[in-house]
């Protein structure tokens, strides 16, 4: 395994000053291994590959047990392979025998910063959860995005969407009204879509009784809007583009063309590279045509 800044070989003649003195500044992780060990070396590779994601908040110290029995017996080890993590000169936690990712990255993150990603990095991340539907996962990667930088408009407007989806209306819209520039005009006007169709749903009929409606009578204009609304604060998105959409069809001046003006805003909030933006957009031109 070629060694790297943060992955170094310790003996008993360094291990005081490499491991313990070192673990005041950062916490020191101490891989117990021998060379006969089958377990040890299957070990290695996720520990330094772990230790690297660190960017140097974490370092990894190797001890060769077959060779360092001092450092072996000072410590009480038993068994192979053991890992140990220090922090301000003192053993803190640790494991014996091979463990899955998972549970050495829990063992870590009380004991070890996490390196600070890029604002870019950041942003993109909370782009990811948010189109999975990880709310507040990605709510705080833009808490910490805008403790640097409160103005970065794409991190506001994205936040607003998140304490939207989460019910908090007028925090959403005070973020909103927060965002400078026209940098990003269509993704704010996608943002305020949303708060309109969370609000105007709350103040609708079930979406049980409005299917119940259109059942009785396929025409019923306002009950195939509201229904439309009700899919849209819902994120069912492609039922409502098609309700809206035949509802244009049937009857382009309902409401002085509100089923019109609903669609341009849901092709806002998607945003114009979205699959489905381009699959109605070119039926609405269509029908217009």
């Known amino acids: 395994m070629s060694q790297t800044p943060y992955i170094f070989d310790v003996t008993s003649a360094n291990f005081e000053q490499l491991v313990l003195e070192n673990s005041f500044h950062k916490p020191v992780l101490v891989d117990f291994w021998a060379e006969w060990c089958a377990p040890c070396k299957a070990l290695m590779p996720l520990l330094a590959k772990i230790t690297e994601e660190y960017q140097g908040e974490l370092v990894l110290a190797k001890v060769n047990c ?97 304490l939207a989806e989460r019910g908090e209306l007028g925090e959403a819209e005070l973020v909103l009204d927060a965002v400078k520039g026209d940098e990003h005009k269509q993704a704010l006007a996608g943002a305020r879509a949303q708060l309109t169709f969370l609000r105007q749903a709350n103040d609708l009929p079930e979406v049980a009784d409005l299917k119940s409606r259109l059942a009785q009578n396929a025409e019923d204009d306002e009950a195939a809007y509201q229904l439309a609304v009700q899919q849209l604060a819902r994120q069912q998105y492609e039922a409502a583009l098609e309700g809206l959409l035949k509802l244009f069809v049937r009857n382009r001046g309902y409401a002085e063309g509100l089923a019109h003006k609903t669609l341009l805003q849901v092709f806002d909030l998607l945003g114009s590279e979205h699959p489905l933006v381009t699959t109605y957009r070119r039926k609405l031109y269509q029908a217009l045509y």
């Open 66 to 162: 077959d060779i360092e029995q001092d450092v072996v017996a000072r410590f009480g080890v038993r068994s192979l392979p053991t890992v140990v993590l220090f922090k301000d000169g003192q053993p803190v936690d640790g494991f014996a025998g091979a463990q899955p990712e998972s549970a050495i990255r829990a063992m870590l993150e009380p004991h070890v910063q996490a390196p600070a990603a890029p604002e870019a990095d950041l942003l993109e991340s909370a782009q990811a959860l948010f189109a999975e539907g990880r709310i507040s996962e990605a709510e705080n990667l833009l808490k910490q995005l805008l403790a640097e930088d409160n103005e970065n408009a794409a991190a506001l407007i994205l936040y607003a969407r998140c």
